[in-house]
């Protein structure tokens, strides 16, 4: 297991950006693909992003690729999510998530992949 504690949510008007982080405990993390979800108020928690624990396979929701960019830094136990030209409909809470995987470029994007999970950063973009 281990544990993740995401920070640098906010309210941001439309067009802007933030950069979400996900702290990871456990010596693991380096072994772990990682991915970004979110749930907006009344709808069901959706993909965003993932990362192989090797960093070289990305992988995005339609709806966020070219806006967003999901990268980690194994030294720090890190991952990120770059979040440029914000939209009112990207409002949600935002979870960080992971999984332990032998194979280095292997990503995953549907819940049930994922063992851990962060206490999710709230994330509000105003028009």
């Known amino acids: 297991q281990v544990q993740l504690v995401e920070s640098g949510g906010g309210l941001v008007q439309a067009g802007g950006s933030l950069r979400l982080t996900c702290a990871a405990s456990g010596r693991i993390f380096s072994n772990c693909a990682m991915g970004w979800f979110r749930q907006a108020p009344g709808k069901e928690r959706e993909f965003v992003a993932a990362?192989?624990?090797?960093?070289?396979?990305?992988y995005y929701a339609d709806s966020v690729k070219g806006r967003f960019t999901i990268s980690r830094d194994n030294a720090k136990n890190t991952v990120y999510l770059q979040m440029n030209s914000l939209k009112p409909e990207d409002t949600a809470v935002y979870y960080c998530?992971?999984?332990?995987?032998?194979?280095?470029?292997?990503?995953?994007?549907?819940?049930?992949?994922?063992?851990?999970w962060g206490q999710g950063t709230q994330v509000t973009v105003s028009s």
């Open positions: 998530a992971a999984r332990y995987t032998y194979y280095s470029s292997s990503y995953y994007y549907t819940e049930a992949d994922f063992g851990s």
């Open positions: 990362i192989s624990w090797s960093g070289a396979s990305t």
